[in-house]
């Protein structure tokens, strides 16, 4: 099976240049995987000041690339690097859209013409291909900010020699963010009337910027197995699940990978002493440094230290904690928090670590470096998220031998296998109601068992032994490349 196939990856972030959350982990990540398994694969994303600030070695390729929108023509310059000197990434450059301080949107919201900024990034990409000569025989979409382009292949486009054989993939990283505008927005597309459809983009007399992606696109994927059965559900689809389910034909999954170059404890610059799963000792004193940056007692590293990375949102089962923060503080553990998100969560939590000053250290930012140093220093990691497509940090978790605590959701349910005392089999805990009892009940068992030194041994060995790393994903999403190619 010839998997040389020439793929425009199309994604609003990307690592390292651009991210908010685990899809510019992806970004960065799978099309590298795919080029060494013999793609052509070309990354584009905006050019948002974010990028420009880096200063990187860009050259620009196009001086003025002819963008059709509703207006008339709006021209484009397009800047071009290599990632890790393998993959071309172009960047789309208009500043009146993507010279901003943020990505999506500052603190009063998402940014009003959010509509406009991701038509005009959709209809870009399709130029940048002609323009460049690059007929992709996939064009690989993800998320809401990428939607429109199977509509416009199918549609706009369809009479056009250059894409007769180009297909679309469309994965969905997160169904809760949907691209959902008013109608207004529909002129502005270019589209075709017929495309405003209960099949197509049309939701609730409003446009959805993701349906058209599950509408139009040749292949839908998720990041993990489970969670593309939970969107097809009233409980998890975001409303879409109506649409899902009519597509489960063409509905597949892939679990995301993990770039364990840059998280494996073997080689992390970031923590104190490096450790492998032979030899774990130096776990000890990640655990110190940690305690010494949150200021917390070193008396701590006796007690059983709990952590979490996250986002500080609803989806992240954030309540969970804050309700049962009391109780969990009575087992006698330690508890440090990064995270970024909510201002009522940002304040509770600084509560919290005023209430137990000896014991919780909390930290409200985003800081890549803590965030390595956590995934080291804890010996249990929580994860009691609402949903999760695939969730990345319970996964290197497993890799630093910090145990997970999660729901079975998502990702979550397909990477941890709750642990079973009798045949010692098992990388983390898992529970599976949306509830307090639930959780602290499973906290409690993981305790227990943390008590018992040998039988906590066996467990991180367990988890050190698992491998999510990119090859198996990248050759599962090649096959999905041949199923989007052998459609009609
Ligand atoms: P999501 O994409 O829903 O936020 P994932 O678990 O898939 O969740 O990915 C989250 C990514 O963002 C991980 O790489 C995690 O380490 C990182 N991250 C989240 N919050 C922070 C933070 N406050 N500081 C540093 N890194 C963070």
Redesign the pocket.
Known sequence: MGIDFKIMFVSSEVAPFA???????VSGSLPKHLKNLGCDVRIVLPFYRMVQDQRLQHETIIEDLDVPSKGGILKAKIKQLSLEGCVPVYFISYNDFYDRGNLYGDLNGDYPDNAERFIFFCRSILELCKQLDFQPDIIHCNEWQTGLIPAYIKTLYRKDQFFTNTKTVFTI??IAYQGIFEKEIFEKTGLPEEVFCYTGIEYYGKVNFMKAGIAYSEIINTVSQKYSKEIQTEEYGCGLQHILKDRSDSLFSVL?GVNYHEWNPETDVFIATNYNKDNVSGKIECKKDLLRNFALPLSLTERPLLGI???LVE??GIDLIVETIDRLMAFNIGFVL???GEERYHRLFQNFARRYPERVGI?I????V??HKI?AGVDIFL?PSRY???????I?SLRYGTIPIVRATG?LDDTIRDYDQENEIGNGFKFKEYKTGAFLDKTRRALNVFENEEEWRQIMRNAMAEDFSWEISARKYIELYHKATSCP
């Open positions: 991210k908010t959350g685990g899809l510019a982990d990283h997160n995301n990375i996250s986002r989806q992240k990064l995270g970024l930290r930012a985003y800081d890549n803590l965030a995934e994860m999760e497509p695939c969730g990345l940090n319970q290197y990702g």
